[in-house]
């Protein structure tokens, strides 16, 4: 057998369960060649184990080795890796606590899972020069009205359902985790990076409400329309511009799109 044919079933061996390799392997001096396969298969699981709880280092704590251990196990084998970049085997982690049990039953699981590949996301997005405060003094006052935004490539914003963000917070300050609680209402959290920090907050309804709007290119008028709608319309224009100016100085906004001459 040629060395390739032999890697790609002695892969297919492991990645699939596949016992053809052992028509091509001797038994060992002290172990059969069944066993020593096995060891084979239990590195592979034992990394792939490593790789998740590398991404959700804070679900990790949270669970406890031995139930994140299970898990990942369930995980691992409901999605065999299909890239060889391992930053991105545990993406589908979130999807998989919410939709199996009995993990299903904790929603808490899947939003903390979802916050941490996120926050993930947000530190590996493209690079992109924030937009501040100073870039937008030329800007006549007539024309704020057309403005549009561009948000940074690396904001990500989550509907939450728990108080999955407090507990993250929690577990990061070493501290102990409150009780996972369903909120009477889900909140927005927006992810993004600031500098070369992965960051996230929760938002007001009325802010959530703005940064949809912003992200979907519609324009500083209309946007303070919308406010005027949401609550006291005299100071709607003036609740725009502080939201505005949190985000202009937090890097949330990448590049401003003008009307035209």
Same mark, same amino acid.
């Not at 709608?229 to 590049?255: C, H, N, Q, Y």
């Given at each position: ?27 060992? +001096?002290? #172990?059969?060649?069944? /066993? ?5 298969? $239990? =590195?592979?699981? @034992?990394?792939?184990? !490593? ?62 899972? +979802?916050? #941490?590949?996120?926050? /993930? ?5 493209? $690079? =992109?020069?924030? @937009?501040?405060?100073? !870039? ?126």
């Amino acid at each position: 057998m040629k060395l390739k044919d032999f890697q790609d079933r002695f892969q297919r061996a492991i990645l699939e369960d596949n016992d053809a390799i052992l028509e091509n392997l001797t038994d060992g +001096a002290r #172990e059969s060649k069944d /066993n020593l396969l096995k060891v084979y298969r $239990d =590195a592979y699981v @034992l990394r792939l184990i !490593d790789v998740v709880g590398n991404d959700h280092e804070h679900l990790r704590r949270y669970l406890g080795e031995l139930e994140f251990a299970a898990m990942a196990r369930g995980y691992i084998a409901a999605n065999p890796s299909h890239n060889p970049n391992a930053r991105w085997f545990s993406h589908r982690l979130p999807e998989f606590l919410r939709t199996t049990a009995p993990f299903a039953q904790q929603p808490v699981l899947a939003e903390l899972a +979802a916050l #941490e590949r996120a926050l /993930n996301d947000a530190f590996d997005a493209d $690079d =992109a020069v924030a @937009l501040g405060v100073c !870039d937008l003094a030329a800007i006549p006052v007539g024309a704020w009205s057309e403005l549009a935004f561009v948000v940074h490539p690396s904001a990500i914003c989550l509907e939450a359902s728990t108080n999955a963000g407090a507990i993250w917070m929690a577990l990061k300050a070493d501290a102990e985790p409150p009780v996972p609680v369903v909120l009477p209402a889900p909140v927005r959290i927006l992810v993004w990076r600031q500098g070369a920090t992965a960051m996230f907050r929760e938002l007001s309804a009325e802010e959530a409400m703005m940064w949809q709007l912003t992200a979907e290119g519609t324009n500083f008028g209309d946007v303070c329309q919308m406010m005027a709608v949401f609550d006291m319309a005299e100071t709607a224009p003036a609740r725009a511009a502080g939201i505005l100016k949190t985000w202009l100085e937090t890097g949330l906004l990448s590049r401003v799109i003008a009307p035209a001459a």
